[in-house]
């Protein structure tokens, strides 16, 4: 695992937006050449089998953010998982989040909510919808489901409160070039369903046939290391074991090897 992490360039402003707009052009074609078949609501096909079940808390108190924004989160997670929810992966399908969603705007009534840009909070319209990314991606690393696009964060911004999965098991998302997408190489079909309570996002991945594979995440090799430049960097390796209760054979597969600049001293006392 390499633990030098170089500093990050700073591009300006016209760079970004350039940039940005060029990416998102040069997906939306990738949509149409790429000859893939994305999944589709379905809500009356039937998948009795729970995967997984998970949720994660809607406000947080951070240190320096705005609650107003953490409110905002709470309508633009509201917006992006209707058109999810109810979603079905037939085999040969690919779900992706924002073939799905679209692109968020305040003429669609997203607010403006939290985005992180090289560490540094700031806002935007849409802002928040990356724990619906870590959610979702979670949640496929429980299934027999094919990762076949994540990104992870880059920054590690705030320090671990009431941290409940490991360290870089999330999905960050940027519409559209920077997207989650899963692919159904089975012979199973999947569905996703997503909503919200006053206290939690929730979602459940459920399949249409009986899986026989149990998944556990975990972590190895945590480590932080101070750069040349000054900064402090986290480090791990994520796996999962895979049971098959039918034949009691035990696999592990490295899922992903993470590096992320630290925005916080890790080095303060309690």
């Not at 050449?33 to 951070?62: D, Y």
């Not at 399908?93 to 403006?112: C, D, H, L, N, Q």
């Amino acid at each position: 695992m390499l633990n030098n992490v170089e500093k990050p360039i700073e591009r300006s402003p016209l760079r970004r937006k350039i940039g940005k707009e060029f990416y998102i052009l040069k997906r939306k074609v990738n949509w149409l050449l790429s000859g893939k078949k994305f999944a589709k609501v379905n809500k009356n096909q039937e998948c009795p089998h729970i995967l997984i079940e998970h949720k994660s808390t809607l406000l947080r108190k951070l240190k320096d953010v705005d609650m107003r924004l953490q409110y905002n989160k709470v309508t633009n997670l509201k917006l992006a998982i209707a058109p999810i929810d109810g979603v079905v992966i037939q085999p040969g399908e690919t779900f992706s989040i924002w073939k799905m969603v679209g692109r968020p705007s305040a003429k669609k009534g997203y607010k403006t909510g939290m985005m992180i840009h090289n560490g540094k909070v700031s806002e935007g319209v849409g802002g928040g919808l990356c724990q619906l990314g870590n959610l979702i991606y979670w949640m496929a690393l429980h299934t027999p489901l094919t990762i076949t696009e994540r990104w992870r964060h880059s920054f590690d911004v705030f320090p671990d409160v009431n941290r409940t999965i490991p360290f870089a098991c999330g999905a960050t998302l940027a519409y559209n070039y920077i997207d989650l997408q899963l692919t159904n190489n089975t012979d199973k079909t999947f569905k996703i369903n997503l909503w919200l309570d006053e206290e939690f996002l929730h979602g459940t991945i459920r399949c249409d046939q009986e899986v026989t594979k149990k998944y556990e995440v975990y972590e190895t090799d945590h480590m932080i290391t101070q750069q040349w430049w000054g900064g402090y960097t986290r480090h791990n390796r994520i796996w999962r074991k895979i049971s098959d209760t039918k034949t009691g054979e035990i696999t592990d597969e490295l899922v992903s090897e993470n590096s992320a600049i630290m925005m916080y001293n890790p080095m303060l006392k309690e």
